[in-house]
């Protein structure tokens, strides 16, 4: 249950000796493909189970776990299964000149970096386990995962599910176990050529630094603190609705949780009470109850840290429209939350907090200062915009510095839509085709063409 070097040792040797010598390497991209493809029904079929593993895990909604997090596990395998067949480099024309008469002509060959190890986080066990897993199957690459150490039950089922699908011995290794006593010793193993880490920013810095001494290519997804700007000429409707599933969704529990708030001044009180009701109206119950609207914390660790942000935002002076304070008593419950009284500067409204809070300022003018405050974060993982001035959102959307922004909508995944982040929220991309990039390698091969024919 809890690995530690020797197993790590012994997932890394089984996934390399898979990819020197295994029959995966060997495999035609297309059967690779129907692979990738029946994982993806496979996780359909078994919905029922993994919902049920990832409630009792994680502490979410069982009707969420459903409803998003399978479906879109099962959507990135059925995308990444068209994929594996579609890896393709290109042909050069050279215009170097050195002999008279000599060409050449030079292609690229992608050929997959080889075993790459992944760390994923506890938030959405099977997805990220999915967002990872899917691209490197794709690409032809072998892994060692490491599960999070909270959640890692859908991620075994998963494992299941792939020698179901005919995914062959070593090319898919699971670990579970500790940050320190197994993931840092995967993400330093000399024989490790590729880590793609999903966690927070201050781990995904100790990722880098362990990866550094033989310099693994390495890919980060990681924390965000992301604006969600809202302005007067807004849907109400579908902004205050939009707003509060950005926060609420997943308890907050996400990296791209739009968790701060910028209204435009004349709608500012009617859209913070607007959220502050949706947050009040919200069944609170443990995740296999079909009635919880949202769920407990994953663990007391979260739940003291976000109780603490609670405690800092009220000693700088923010009061609470709704929630405020975590419920005490049986399970690690905090209630969703919106602050005002906010300024820029507090610690609630820089830092990430990962739960159900939400801070909000309002702001007079869509012009520079907005902008600014906007971006005035180490993130830049996500952004949302509610108006209905397409001009404005356009203008907006192109200068926030975040790696994916949404107009009129929050938290909408699609695995065919690159996601990752700016500045501090991490290197490199999950899902869309510019994935793979993280787990190929380019191949340039120079032929010499000779003399005239
Ligand atoms: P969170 O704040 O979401 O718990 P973490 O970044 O702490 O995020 O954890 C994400 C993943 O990184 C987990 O699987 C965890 O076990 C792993 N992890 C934590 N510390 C380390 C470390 N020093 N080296 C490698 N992996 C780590």
Known sequence: AACEKPDVDAAVAAARRAFD?????????????????????????????????????????????????????AD???????????????????????????????????EPIGVVAQIIPWNFPLLMAAWKLAPVLASGCVVVMKLAEETPMSGLFLAQIMQEA????????????????????????????????????????????????????????LGGKSPNIILEDADLDVAIAGAAMGIFFNHGQACCAGSRLFVQEKIFDKVVAGIADIGKKIKLGPGLDPSTEMGPMVSQTQYDRVSGFLTSGREQGATALCGGKPVTGNGYFIEPTVLVNTNDQMKVVQEEIFGPV??????????????????DSLYGLAAGIFTTNINKAHKIANRLK????????????????????????????????????????TKSVCVSLGAAI
């Open 21 to 73: 010598s295994g029959p995966w390497t060997k495999m035609r991209p297309n059967e690779r493909s129907r692979i990738i493809w029946k994982i993806g029904d496979l996780i359909l079929k078994y919905t029922e189970e993994l919902a049920q593993l990832e409630s009792i895990d994680n502490g979410k909604p069982i009707a969420v776990a459903r409803g998003a997090d399978v479906v879109l596990a």
């Open 76 to 110: 990135i395998f059925h995308y990444m299964a068209g994929w594996a067949t579609k890896i393709e480099g290109s042909v050069l024309d050279l215009s170097v000149h050195y002999t008279p008469g000599i060409e050449y002509q030079a292609f690229t060959r992608k």
């Open 166 to 221: 005919g995914v062959p011995d070593g090319v898919v290794n699971m670990l579970t176990g500790f940050g320190e006593t197994c993931g840092a010793p995967l993400a330093a193993h000399p024989n490790v050529d590729k880590v793609a880490f999903t966690g927070s920013t201050e781990v995904g810095k100790l990722i880098v630094k362990a990866a550094s001494n033989d310099l693994k290519k390495v890919t980060l997804e």
């Open 358 to 375: 939400l801070t909000a300022m309002p702001f007079k003018n869509v012009d520079e200062e907005l902008i600014r405050r906007a971006n």
């Open 402 to 441: 975040a790696g994916t922004v949404w107009v009129n909508c929050y938290n909408i995944f699609d695995a065919s839509m690159p996601f990752g982040g700016y500045k501090q929220s991490g290197w490199g991309r999950e899902m869309g085709h510019e994935v793979l990039k993280n787990y190929l390698e």
